[in-house]
């Protein structure tokens, strides 16, 4: 009886930690790593890690108990079968998915052993190929600051190259005038 209460117990506490995991996310991809070797499934891990995005491998029930009350928990039923790993971004949306598209590109076979099944953006579930197609395309926390920088920048550029046009055309009349006079 004690070791049910303490399985019981360890569940309660993955549940726990799973919901939470949820809660907090911006984005989630499931993945199948069926067939993958460890070694290819530890260089995952410490792509997903560097990136700072939480990676671990949930049994499929503790993954339905701990979203339950969430709106999209219904539709992931039929994607939470078999061998599930689950990738949690918390600030940067795509990076999950963009890490994951690019480790099946740069892993060989072992990368197109490792299948996307769902994701979810914003409370609403993707299928595996708007994961891979969409998702993995969007551009991320970098480079949008990086278009909101150059967006800021832009009028500023303008206005310095309206200040120095005055000073290039009255060059370009002295050097008309000297080329005239010659």
Do not use: C
Request: hydrophobic share 40%.
């Amino acid at each position: 009886m004690a070791a049910q209460t303490s399985t019981r117990n360890g569940k309660t506490e993955v549940i726990g930690d799973v919901k939470a995991r949820f809660e907090k996310m911006t984005s989630v991809v499931f993945v199948d790593y069926k067939g993958m070797t460890v070694e290819s499934a530890t260089k995952l891990r410490a792509k997903f890690k560097a990136a700072g995005v939480d990676y671990k491998v949930v049994k499929n029930t503790l993954v339905k108990h701990a979203i339950k009350d969430q709106p999209y928990a219904a539709g992931l039923k039929g994607s939470l079968t078999g061998m599930t790993g689950v990738a949690w971004s918390y600030e940067d949306p795509s990076i999950a998915a963009k890490i994951v598209r690019d480790f099946k590109k740069e892993a060989g076979e072992a990368g197109q052993k490792l299948k996307v099944k769902a994701g979810i953006l914003d409370g609403q579930i993707l299928d595996a190929s708007a994961v891979e197609n969409q998702l993995a395309n969007l551009p991320g926390k970098d480079e949008l600051r990086g278009m909101l920088l150059a967006t800021l920048q832009a009028p500023s550029q303008q206005f310095v190259v309206q200040l120095q046009a005055a000073t290039q055309n009255f060059v370009y009349l002295l050097a008309a005038k000297e080329r005239q006079s010659a």
